[in-house]
């Protein structure tokens, strides 16, 4: 698939999104409205412009936030992308509360969801709801590139909280630092103690 096509489908997804958010049974719901105060401020962002963020650890690899609370004041999505080495992965975990999507730019990764597992290659999209383990390895022998996406905030500060800012350097962290940067997340882990067990 050429990159046309994949920005094509890319742009519709995110379209399908944003509707499904900001339809008027959506705003109905949460009793949002189409001009309020303090509302969500419109993005118009390259693929390199956002928050740039490098994990703390193991270093190196980073990602990219673009739209949230923080970045625009979206209230209903998360939004951001991030590029995975080979051999590179996303260890298990479910989120508590947030549903994601996860779209294939380029690259391919082996994805285990709740009982499917299969690899994925560029086009492929991972849907994840919430409370549902999911583990996702680039098995490739290039770099993968991945779109994500929350149905509602809450796992970007998890993000933020692995991770500094582009540019600063990067430090370990403890174990205690990683469950409390879980806890802000809404985000369980098999791999730390207790986690596994929800």
């Not at 992965?89 to 994805?111: A, F, M, R």
């Amino acid at each position: 698939m050429n990159l046309k096509i994949m920005g094509n489908v890319f742009a519709a997804a995110v379209a399908i999104a944003a509707a499904i958010s900001f339809s008027p049974a959506a705003r109905a719901q949460t009793g949002a409205s189409k001009t309020t105060a303090g509302g969500a401020k419109p993005l118009l962002l390259e693929k390199n412009e956002g928050e740039q963020r490098v994990w703390r650890d193991p270093p190196p690899g980073g990602f990219v936030l673009k739209a949230s609370p923080k970045n625009n004041g979206s209230q209903h999505l998360v939004f951001g992308t991030e590029n995975m080495v080979p051999g590179d992965e996303i260890p298990t975990h479910k989120h508590l509360g947030q549903d994601e999507i996860v779209y294939i730019v380029s690259g391919t990764v082996h994805v285990d969801l709740a009982d499917q597992k299969r690899d994925l290659h560029a086009g492929g999209m991972v849907f994840i709801p919430a409370y549902t383990w999911v583990h996702i390895k680039n098995t490739g022998t290039e770099t993968a590139s991945l779109v994500f996406v929350f149905s509602a905030p809450a796992f970007e500060n998890h993000l933020r909280c692995m991770s500094v800012p582009a540019g600063e350097k990067p430090t370990p962290m403890t174990e205690v630092e990683r469950e409390r940067c879980d806890q802000l997340g809404h985000v369980f882990y098999k791999d730390r103690e207790g986690k596994g067990k929800m």
